[in-house]
Each structure stands twice: as C-alpha cells, then as structure tokens.
C-alpha cells in the first residue's frame, strides 16, 4: 500500500492510500490545489491541527462557564435561591469570587 500526504492552499490535509497490485497503480486522485508533502510534514500539520482544536474547544468551555456564572449571579440579584439559581444556570463553581 501506498499512502502519499497532501496540504490544500487553505491549511486542509489530506492523505490518500492505494493498494498497489505488480506493476499496476491507479492515478490518485487530488483537488489542484493540494501540494504533496512527506509524511512528518503531515504528522506536523495534524498535530497543529490538533493543538489548535483543543485551544478552541477549550476556549468555549471557559466561556460557556462565564456566561452560566452571569446567569447565576443574576437569578441570585433577582432573588431566586441559590439551588434554584444553581440548577437554572448549570453553574457549578463556588459561590464566591474565585
């Protein structure tokens, strides 16, 4: 089997594989814009890749959690009990500045 590495202009990789039988092989096919890079390039880019997708979700989760601590401090403003405030929101940390 042959598997041949590929970065398209837009950061995208892509691999493609092919079993090749005697001295027979198909043609792989590829958009035109994909350049060949070896292997550890890929190995590279997918970890970047990678990094950059946990940064993100990351991000989200620390976000998602001041938008439930918003929430919180406002139903408690309100007048709401604070398992009542809890459950609504979905906060989880203290009740305090942490």
Known sequence: MITKFFRRADGTLLSR??????SYAMAL???SDAVEISAEQAEKLRAGHAAQAKAWVAEQ???ADLVRRADYEALLAL????????RLSGHRGGGGDE
Do not use: I, K, M, Y
Not at 17 to 22: A, D, K, M, Q, R
């Open 17 to 22: 594989s092919l079993e090749v039988e005697g």
């Open 29 to 31: 096919t590829v958009p």
């Open 61 to 63: 989760g620390a976000a």
């Open 79 to 86: 007048g709401a009990p604070e398992a009542t405030a809890r």
